[in-house]
């Protein structure tokens, strides 16, 4: 960042990687949004903070929707100035200015112009947590989708593997889905058991609006056994919407991590 | 429950045993107590919904303190006339009657008179989970303990071995504490880590009045190279309150499970 002198001019941005978690509950979602306060909201007026008021702007890896959370989120920062701030002094003093709001910075790094949250990243990893029991929620309400019909997470398994790989995902997309494209390469969609804690993890390059909450509510339609497997394979190869299952409630889905190439977070700070 | 025409007489009380879900934050404990509402107070006024008004009395496994959480507590309920009804019916009442409070009934079974859910109880299960990192907490503030320095845990096990056994724990008991003797069988005490989330699991027959926040406030001066392992052995051998470490904060703490024999909760309803 120093410059020769006389030579080169100071960059004119300054922009920061931040890995963030946070509770989607009391927001419209990551974008704002004029209906309510959106999490990109809170983070750009903490970030304006350290800018001695100047708009900062950020870009993110994945705008999660209302009521999604994230326990690795990533975005960027523009900064219109120098902060002359360390890794940790940026974390510290957005935590400071992000509270009361359940927003929280986990790591911030330095990052080249060049290098971006949503374009740079070639990985998105999602978790979506179901509780299978008949007693309502008192820990995690909001925070888990209460599944009361009993959940085969075998024929769930077997459903899953109809969606790997490469594939026309139309059923599986919102219908305010503004990607150009519905192909999209599901490398990963695991279905685990933990006592009555069901997980399910879908790792890809990218997802359609709505794509992992839509399988996620296809998949429970085979666990209760309203559904075979073999159903969720004839769904995706219809290519409509109202083929495939409905949409699972955001409070399970968490946005986990995302991957980059090489990663900026992987030297501690 | 039947009796015989015009011979045995109805049982003046049917004793429930009910298996409970709560978030700890806003109670000042298990225990009825004038400062606030209790998970006490919650349970027993459903559970009076139930008995046409007339007062349902409850003893719990374990008398949690304010902040303190329950994936498992057990308690029981006795009605002063039969409910008539089934252990689901009695589970979904008490649930709908307690909302919008963070208690949940997991399971609800009929139990002779005879068992009690304190007395019959012949293990405790505690887990206290720790979140190990710089940034603040977003999605899990008030049900964890944040602790900013690094933790080997390996140096925490080795610590948490010395106090496995048959020992007075003096040094380990709130000044409070009202049990008759400071001696305890601690028969299980591990420390695990999982990314940035360290769990501690401990098992006993029974605790001492924060025996679980002031073992893990002394393993933390461990796990952060303070106090060197021995030193724990050294603190319980004391039997003296001030040469063990500082007590944990109720926020990490959960009572996860009850042990009986036979475990009237084994059978699914």
Known sequence: MTADAGTAPEPAVERWAVRIEYDGRPFVGWQRQITGLSVQQV?????????????????????????????????????????????????????????????????????????????SANRRFYRYRIVNRRGRLALDDGRVWLVKRALDIDAMNEAARHLLGRHDFTSFRASACQAKSPLRTLDRLAVMRHGEEITIEADARSFLHH??????????????????????????????RRAAGPTAPPDGLYLTGVGYDPDPFSVAC
């Open 211 to 240: 794509q992992v909450r839509n399988m996620v509510g296809t998949l429970k339609l085979v666990g209760e056994g309203t559904w075979a497997p073999e159903r969720v394979g004839e769904a995706l190869r219809a290519c409509d």
């Open 43 to 119: 983070l750009e007026e903490a970030a304006g903070r350290l800018a001695a008021g100047r708009p900062v702007t950020s870009i993110t890896a994945g705008r999660t929707d209302a009521g999604v959370h994230a326990t690795g989120q990533v975005a960027h920062l523009d900064f219109p100035m120098g902060t002359g701030l360390t890794g940790s002094k940026v974390r510290d003093a957005l935590n400071f200015h992000m509270k009361p709001h359940p927003v929280a910075i986990l790591q911030a790094m330095p990052v080249d112009s060049a290098w971006n949250a949503r374009f």
